[in-house]
Every structure is written in C-alpha cells, then in structure tokens.
C-alpha cells in the first residue's frame, strides 16, 4: 500500500500478493454459489399451485 497525494487530493494504491489475489479469488466463488442458491430458490415451485388474490 502507497499513500501520496495526485495534486492537492489524497491518493491511496493498493496492489494484492499472490495469496490475497487467490483468497480473493475463492471469495468470488463462495458469492457465486450463493448467487446460485438464491436464484434457484426464486425460481417457483412447479408442483404448487397460484395463491388467489384476497378482496
């Protein structure tokens, strides 16, 4: 991590390791498995039936 300023304004640059990079990488992964899960649980059931609308 560098901090410095581009002019008058604050400037702070990051840059991963090897390991970071690849722990962010299996991060990713569990989000898209959970991204998954919740649009498979969106998706409605075939077996059940429309609810009817209460007047």
């Known amino acids: 991590m560098t901090k410095g300023f ?3 304004r604050p400037l702070t640059t ?3 390791t090897d390991e970071g990079r690849r722990r962010f ?3 990713l992964g569990v989000l898209e498995q959970v991204l998954r899960s ?4 969106e998706q409605p059931c075939k077996e059940a039936k429309p609810q009817e609308k209460l007047a």
Request: charged residues 40%; contains cysteine.
């Open 25 to 27: 990488s299996d991060y």
């Open 14 to 16: 990051c840059q991963l």
């Open 6 to 8: 581009e002019g008058r």
């Open 38 to 41: 919740a649009r498979r649980a």
